[in-house]
């Protein structure tokens, strides 16, 4: 089912807090390429919102990927999806129907799950406070105020830390059963600290000729150096040794 005439790619990420704002952000900005953000998470989202079954739900996930890959098909020069796959109702059957299609996968992880706990709490945080010093709360711009330290909920932190090694593990699965294990491989650690070199790596896999520069829209918020942003570490990092995730909380 594959158009040489369009290169199809997905960006699969176990969940989010990944960098992959600035990846489909980037590539959006770029001409003759097109990126959908997020729509099986949308998808989810409304149906459980309107009472939908898991089964009405996987079909409108499958439907949406078939009219997008129509509408794009011989018209579009590269076209993507940025997919969370903790959203897929139906993985295997979705993900198999993708490579069906000839999608190249770019995936997308952190290997460091506690890093991406304090940064999915303190965009929480952002969100519930309605911060005004940022266009979003989930993904900080160039031009706009790093966040300052906050306080974190430790025992949600934990929890979450689990959670995300957990969704990795499944994505891990997925991208092996259908994929082979093969797919342009993102490590957050190795965006943050080159993202130029990063996004030249995205651009010649998807065939696309390299710019001189990047424009990007993005920058971390939350710093490598936890104690930096957490007002509360010292019971934190106690938390989080006494959970085995000491490994963690370095740089």
Same mark, same amino acid.
């Given at each position: 089912?594959?158009?040489?005439?369009?290169?199809?790619?997905?960006?699969?990420?176990?969940?989010?807090?990944?960098?992959?704002?600035?990846?489909?952000?980037?590539?959006?900005?770029?001409?003759?390429?097109?990126v959908?953000?997020?729509?099986?998470?949308?998808?989810?989202?409304?149906?459980?919102?309107d009472?939908?079954?898991?089964?009405?739900?996987?079909?409108?996930?499958?439907?949406?990927?078939?009219?997008?890959?129509?509408?794009?098909?011989?018209?579009?020069?590269?076209?993507?999806?940025?997919?969370?796959?903790?959203?897929?109702?139906?993985?295997?059957?979705?993900?198999?129907?993708?490579?069906?299609?000839?999608?190249?996968?770019?995936?997308?992880?952190?290997?460091?799950?506690?890093?991406?706990?304090?940064?999915?709490?303190?965009?929480?945080?952002?969100?519930?406070?309605?911060?005004?010093?940022?266009?979003?709360?989930?993904?900080?711009?160039?031009?706009?105020p790093?966040?300052?330290?906050?306080?974190? #909920?430790?025992?949600?932190?934990?929890?979450?830390?689990?959670?995300?090694?957990?969704?990795?593990?499944?994505?891990?699965?997925s991208?092996?059963?259908?994929?082979?294990?093969?797919?342009l491989?993102?490590?957050?650690?190795?965006?943050?600290?080159?993202?130029a070199?990063?996004?030249?790596?995205?651009?010649?896999?998807?065939?696309?000729?390299?710019?001189?520069?990047?424009?990007?829209?993005?920058?971390?918020?939350?710093? #490598?150096?936890?104690? #930096?942003?957490?007002?509360?570490?010292?019971?934190?990092?106690?938390?989080?040794?006494?959970?085995?995730?000491?490994?963690?909380?370095?740089?």
């Amino acid at each position: 089912m594959s158009d040489p005439a369009t290169v199809f790619f997905v960006i699969l990420m176990p969940w989010g807090r990944v960098g992959s704002n600035l990846v489909s952000t980037t590539l959006n900005r770029t001409r003759g390429v097109t990126v959908n953000n997020e729509p099986t998470t949308r998808i989810r989202t409304e149906g459980h919102r309107d009472g939908l079954s898991l089964a009405d739900m996987a079909a409108q996930q499958t439907a949406q990927l078939d009219a997008f890959v129509e509408t794009h098909r011989g018209v579009t020069a590269v076209a993507g999806l940025k997919l969370s796959h903790r959203s897929l109702v139906e993985p295997k059957p979705y993900l198999l129907r993708i490579r069906e299609y000839g999608f190249r996968p770019v995936i997308m992880t952190r290997r460091n799950h506690l890093k991406t706990a304090v940064s999915q709490l303190r965009a929480q945080d952002r969100a519930n406070q309605a911060a005004t010093e940022w266009k979003s709360p989930w993904a900080v711009r160039t031009e706009e105020p790093k966040p300052g330290p906050t306080a974190i #909920d430790i025992e949600e932190a934990i929890r979450l830390t689990a959670l995300f090694a957990k969704m990795e593990k499944s994505l891990e699965r997925s991208i092996k059963a259908v994929f082979n294990g093969t797919g342009l491989r993102i490590e957050y650690a190795e965006l943050a600290a080159d993202p130029a070199a990063t996004m030249v790596a995205i651009f010649d896999y998807l065939d696309l000729a390299v710019p001189h520069s990047f424009d990007l829209t993005y920058r971390k918020a939350t710093s #490598d150096t936890l104690s #930096d942003d957490i007002c509360n570490f010292t019971d934190f990092k106690k938390a989080a040794v006494a959970a085995g995730y000491s490994h963690f909380l370095e740089p």
